[in-house]
């Protein structure tokens, strides 16, 4: 039986030289979350309190998200798990061995062949030549690398070592699963044939905790949840509950944010203006919706000529969410049917914050269509759109003759956070926030 507990754990890490640098660029150089400290004499040292007096209990059959901002100090409860840290104070027992997946490159020498990889990697976890020349075949079929096995890694893309990585990590029995969101798999058609792959590996551990910033992934691949704040505990329950908990928390700082930028600019004169504005963000968050769709044989949006069969929110390739982070691909996908030939068909879709217009966005190139059902996506580039509350409307149209088929104003709903911030930064006034390109150089 496996099981992990942590009694009264804390873990501290000292910044050296910070009375040379600001602490901000200290903090840059050692993110490890938690709360900041300054110790000695003329405070001159440093200390990151990344976790303080964690203590719980998991047993076999647990599936266990991490949640919490950016820095919190998921990546430090995992790796004191994993024995990469150590505690300053409090006791970390691991009963059973322990599979860390913090990487899908696990020590791989990039000198070594594709095998002797297989074979070095295997023997460090202390499995025997026989052991790991018995799981050769199946790490063979599945990463399909096949006569670059014989090569040097150092010839391998990135996409070819993180599928050797891959195969070679779950093909081994699991113990205590620790998995960090940077974990790939490499393509897209890889990472597809490895989801079943992962789901029996994960299914055949005794515990598995999982630390990331998806809510879709912690919901799907979890049963309990912890909730971390500035290195403590906040809850630890089932998943949905604590995962509920912390998007309200979330939300909560968005509108304070938002408050708090309206208050700056005139926009809110007195608390009660702020207070309202709050209020009325909240209702905007709460009537998100991810997708709307009409049946065949329902009265839907549309003429004679075309109608809206279904308009939804792809983030990352998963649907069903109305919470975005800002760093996340985000797909507007429409299908509509178009009933009679002859027209030059226009999808396009128009985004705003809550009431100011954004943009309008269509296909750069557009022709005529048969009658059929068709389906359209736009894709919103990670790190384009501000926080906030977005509603997108969406509308097909034609030209010669120019005829509005459909609108529908508040097709969707959803909103827009940040959890993986980094710096420490005013609230950013405006709908949009793109991360462009930049090149600063010295002349």
């Not at 700056?264 to 905007?284: Q, S, V």
């Amino acid at each position: 039986m496996a099981t992990v507990v942590f009694e009264n754990v804390s873990a501290h890490f000292p910044i050296y030289g910070a009375q040379q640098r600001s602490l901000r660029k200290a903090l840059f150089q050692r993110a490890t979350g938690g709360a900041i400290e300054r110790e000695g004499k003329n405070n001159d040292r440093v200390t990151v309190k990344a976790l303080n007096d964690i203590s719980f209990t998991l047993r076999d059959g647990d599936r266990v998200g991490l949640v919490g901002h950016n820095g919190a100090g998921k990546s430090t409860l995992l790796k004191l798990m994993a024995g990469i840290y150590h505690p300053v104070s409090g006791t970390v027992r691991v009963e059973g061995r322990v599979t860390p997946l913090f990487d899908a490159m696990p020590g791989l020498d990039g000198e070594d062949t594709g095998y002797e990889n297989i074979i070095t990697s295997g023997m460090l976890i202390g499995m025997t030549r026989r052991q790991i020349e018995a799981k050769i075949p199946e790490i063979e079929e599945f990463c399909e690398l096949g006569e670059y096995l014989s090569l040097p890694v150092r010839t391998y893309s990135t996409g070819m070592t993180m599928r050797l990585g891959f195969a070679l990590v779950t093909s081994l029995d699991p113990g205590v699963i620790l998995m960090d969101e940077g974990f790939g798999t490499g393509d897209l058609r890889f990472t597809e044939r490895a989801e079943a792959r992962m789901k029996d590996f994960i299914g055949r551990s005794p515990i598995m905790v999982l630390a990331s910033h998806s809510d879709k992934i912690i919901r799907s691949m979890c049963n309990k949840a912890i909730l971390i704040e500035a290195g403590r505990i906040v809850a630890f329950g089932p998943v949905d509950e604590i995962c509920d908990q912390y998007y309200a928390s979330v939300h909560a700082a968005a509108v304070s944010a938002e408050r708090a930028r309206h208050l700056k600019h005139g926009k809110a004169e007195t608390h009660d203006g702020a207070l309202e504005l709050a209020e009325e963000a909240a209702a905007e968050r709460v009537a998100g919706r991810s997708s709307m769709t009409f049946a065949p044989d329902a009265i839907a949006p549309g003429d004679d000529v075309a109608r809206l069969c279904s308009a939804r929110l792809v983030v990352d390739q998963f649907n069903d969410t109305d919470t975005v982070d800002r760093n996340e691909l985000i797909n507007i996908e429409m299908k509509f049917e178009v009933l009679k030939p002859g027209y030059v068909m226009v999808p396009n879709f128009h985004v705003f914050l809550q009431d100011q217009y954004v943009f309008v966005s269509s296909p750069p190139q557009t022709s005529e269509l048969a009658p059929g059902v068709y389906s359209c996506t736009m894709s919103i580039p990670r790190g384009f759109l501000n926080l906030g509350s977005f509603v997108v409307g969406v509308a097909l149209t034609s030209v010669n003759p120019q005829k509005v088929h459909f609108y529908v104003q508040d097709a969707l709903r959803f909103f827009v956070s940040e959890l993986r911030a980094t710096g420490l930064f005013d609230a950013i006034p405006g709908p949009v926030r793109p991360s462009l390109e930049w090149n600063v150089t010295r002349v």
